[in-house]
């Protein structure tokens, strides 16, 4: 025990430790999170009347991003599943930074579900009546928890047994492994249910909107890593062989083909089909009565994921200039697609027809901000961490010694 | 360990940085300072059990809590009360599309009753001016502003909460903080919910609000409405689970005015209706307005396919268009004049 | 270096926060105010009671009073000095004596001539309303107020007079009380109206154009009557528009 607190205490000190690029970089993170720390006491005082929400638009950025980092947090499978399930080596030592970044997301999604709530002094009565298993939402509160949990688990104890120079006992992981994938799976499913199970909204109530969640992460998350192991590799001595980018790339091009392609069904049966359920549709890709303010955002999205698309299916694919914009391009266009793209527009128009826009408030913006760049912090000290006490550089009886505490 | 030799100055300049960072933390929840913690109920508040699990004491206890957070609030004392659904009753509502002329009185009555948020504005009724020739309510205008109703080309359809049977609000909340009573009205326990707003989501009929800021009603409205209780010999009322002043973030809806209704009154919004546009009575009771209604007249109920079973019936009956060529006599002695006293007048927002 | 930076960056910021930042911003839209005086539940109309009087020149009288004096014809045929504020659009029921009673102007009539109360006039309309007046008896149309439950209190049913004028039943226009505006709507961006499509957007057109012919000459027929009208009280010297 004493041993396991000064391995925290530890890590906690090398987080201050790097070069002047990662100091800096460590210092915005701060800055923004916390301006969106004071932009959320200030919402905390006035209420959600400081956001964009209505009652017409009851869900905005919050739950949007809450959509899009539980994908991120579902992306780590798309590296365990080919390293346990295809035996894939190349990406056998990358699986611990994907599900480092669903530590990250899972807990990036509860800060948002946080930001989010009317009452978060009330989040005991969660304890004390649960409504399970007849809301989805308590599914929801099940699967993130425990995704987090199995995550902090594997990621903890790989690490731990690294540090003590100790190789990990199968017993203690393995297992939790196979029930990560699954599990992965189900906070997806079960975020997708969250929406499509509404009858009064056509516009989410879609089958395909789980496969749609499902495609949109396994692009988006992998796509993350890639932008992840890209700077690893500039900035760090750890070596990230191009192979393991190389099968990310084909799980990547598979999942944003799958997406394009599911989006593309939607798309047909709203228009084709043309019924009034096509409503929230019209109002997301052309406007409607007159109101359009999510149209250029869609489109931007569509362009985005095409572009993405076409340069994974060019040779360009294998140079990086490429490559990572690609990715870029991709993370940013998902976004939209899911969350402003998806969220919003199940609420225009309202069940009863009425036309009512929805636009974020600065304030709003910047607890998103905020939220993100604490996200980011922890994703970054998490691998700032990682890295040493993976190579072999900082273990129990070794000092990391390239660097001081300066 | 980390912290090497002849490093003190460094040493002291970190423990500055860790100040300054520390600083720049807490000075940036300073916004708090502003918080009111009387919105979180106290201790007692806090730790108050979900409705169902109350005791007659607990009970007690809360409604004395609900009395005092009134006075607070609002400096006007009311008698808290908590009144329970009456066996062999289940509530029914009926609209006559016919009949309904889209005056929106129903709206305001309702405001008053119970005790919404004027700024922001909190409306549990909405009232659609449809086009004729149509029941989709997507072609339906929410912001008609006519000087006088109704219009030759439209009817007029208010639309509620319609209690349904088979709720998707209540079935998603993560809390039980919603739930349908026996005598069929959905109520929101204030105390309990935790404004995640599911339940907003899920209705298809648009029919819960959330208190987005801390709700306000003038004093003066309240002090109105004091008034007239005393003057017909009553006590300024709030019901638990109705229309006692909501705290922030929580969801609310219509209840059917249930503190009225469950003492055998009519609900506010049919009280008012001009035009006898709305039934209300129990369902169970064959000999009731309502029952008699459903056994005459054609009935729908709204978004039936989406298969809630609501308690909120529309209803037709014959019915001659007015006369156009009454119109000539606009103007002739004993017309009535329409002016416009209201709705035009606008107060200061609070 | 760097260290001077970052904690010149912390302060600056936390200097911003306990100054410079103040409380998020918080659109409210205006509000609609409206009273508990406007929204009580009262009827259109206040129907007169049995025996309705009428203060003339100070005294109270019955409307026997005059009536004993000045019998009225059978057909529609208002004086000009007396009544003037009815006026009788009620379809092809244009005679005064088809529910006035001629022996006793204190009362009313059914279409055999036997007296019927003021008050009691639903046994009246229903002669002709059958439709209606079903419906009125079992709650479907018109008013209830009250208690739904008749154990727990009075129960009122209201009388067709409550709401209609017998003289032109049709429901007046109503004042519209104030549209919705909540959270940041700002009241002019209102949804338009809908224009409907296939056939019934074109027939739609079709009364339309029908309807605004009829206005126009609607209009002429009344700046036709009322220039009649006031050419006549010219002539009587009687101000008009008095109720």
Known sequence: MREYTRFLQRCFRLSFVGTKLYKFWMLFLSVVALIGLNAW?????????TTGMTDQVSWGLYIANFTFLVGMAAAAVMLVIPVYVYKNKDLHDLVIFGELLAVAAVTMCLMFIMADMGRPDRGLHLFMRFNWPISVLTWDVIVLNGYLALNLHICGYLIWCAYNERKPGKAFYIPFVFLAIFWAFSIHTVTAFLYSGLGGRPFWNSAVLAPRFLASAFAAGPAFLVLTLLVINRFTKYDVPRAALQTLRGIITVALTINMFLLGCE??????????????AHYLFEGLGGKHALVPWIWTAIALNTFALVVLYSPFKRRVVFYAPACGAMIVGIWIEKGMGLIVPGFIPTPLGEVFEYVPTLNETLVCFGIWAAGLLLFTILVRVTIPVLSGELTKNKLYSTDSFS | ???????????????????????????????????????????????????????????????????????????????????????????????????????????????????????????????????????????????????????????????????????????VCPVEATWTEPDGITVVDYDWCIGCRYCE?????????????????????????????????????????????????????????????????????????PVGARKFGNILDSTSEVAQILKTKRVFVLKEELGTNPRFFYYFDERYPQDSSQKSFEGMPGMPEITRTHGASKGEPK | ????????????????????????????????VVTLEMVQP???????????????????????????????????????????DTWLSHGENDNCLSCHNREDRGMLSDREGNPIPFGDSAALCSQCHGPTWRDWQSGAHGRTNGYWDKSKGEQVRQQCVACHDPHHPAFPQLETFPAPNTLRQITDEHAGDHVLEGPIGRFREVIRSEREAKAEANAKEAAAKRAALDAKYKELGIERGEK
């Not at chain 2, 029919?207 to 409205?221: D, G, L, Q, V, Y």
């Not at chain 2, 005393?230 to 209840?255: D, F, I, M, W």
């Not at chain 3, 930076?5 to 609609?32: C, K, Q």
């Open chain 1, 41 to 49: 006491a200030k919402q905390a005082v006035g209420g959600l009347a």
């Open chain 1, 267 to 280: 798309v047909f049966t709203e228009f084709y089909t043309d019924s009034t359920h096509a409503a929230s």
């Open chain 2, 1 to 171: 360990m980390l912290a090497r030799p002849s490093t003190r100055r460094n040493f002291l300049r970190s423990g500055v940085q860790v100040v300054a960072g520390m600083g720049a933390f807490v000075s940036a929840l300073k916004p708090l300072a502003d918080f009111d913690v009387d919105t979180l109920g106290g201790v007692e508040g806090f730790l108050q059990k979900h409705y169902k699990e109350m005791s007659a004491d607990d009970m007690k206890a809360s409604l004395a809590r609900i009395e005092s957070d009134v006075k607070r609030r609002f400096d006007v004392d009311v008698v808290a009360r908590d009144i329970k659904p009456v066996d062999g009753v289940e509530f029914v509502y009926a609209l006559n599309l016919s009949r309904c002329v889209g005056c929106r009185k129903c709206v305001h009555a309702c405001v008053q009753e119970n005790n919404q948020s004027r700024s922001p504005e909190i409306q549990y009724i909405r009232v659609l001016e449809m086009p004729k020739g149509t029941l989709d309510i997507e072609k339906g205008n929410h912001h008609y502003d006519r000087p006088t109703v109704p219009d030759e080309d439209h009817f007029y359809m208010p639309i509620q909460c319609h209690q349904c049977d088979d709720p998707p609000c209540t079935k």
């Open chain 2, 201 to 273: 989501a899920a209705c298809p009929y648009w029919a819960r609000r959330f208190n987005f800021a801390e709700p306000t009603i003038p004093k003066e409205e309240l002090i109105a409405k004091k008034d007239a209780a005393e003057a017909k010999g009553e006590q300024l009322e709030v019901n638990y689970l109705s229309n006692r002043p909501r705290p922030v973030g929580v969801v609310e809806k219509c209840t059917f005015c249930l503190h009225r209704t469950r003492e055998g009154k009519m609900p506010a919004c049919l009280e008012v209706c």
């Open chain 3, 1 to 32: 270096m760097h260290q001077t930076v970052l904690t010149a960056v912390f302060l600056a910021l936390a200097g911003w926060f306990l100054v410079g930042s103040g409380p998020a911003d918080i659109p409210l839209a205006e509000r609609n």
């Open chain 3, 42 to 84: 009262t009827t259109l109309r206040t129907p007169l009671g049995p025996n309705p009087t009428i203060i003339v020149g100070g005294v109270k009288k019955t409307c026997q009073t005059c009536h004993e004096i000045w019998d009225s014809g059978v057909r529609q045929n208002k004086s000009l000095v007396q009544h003037l």
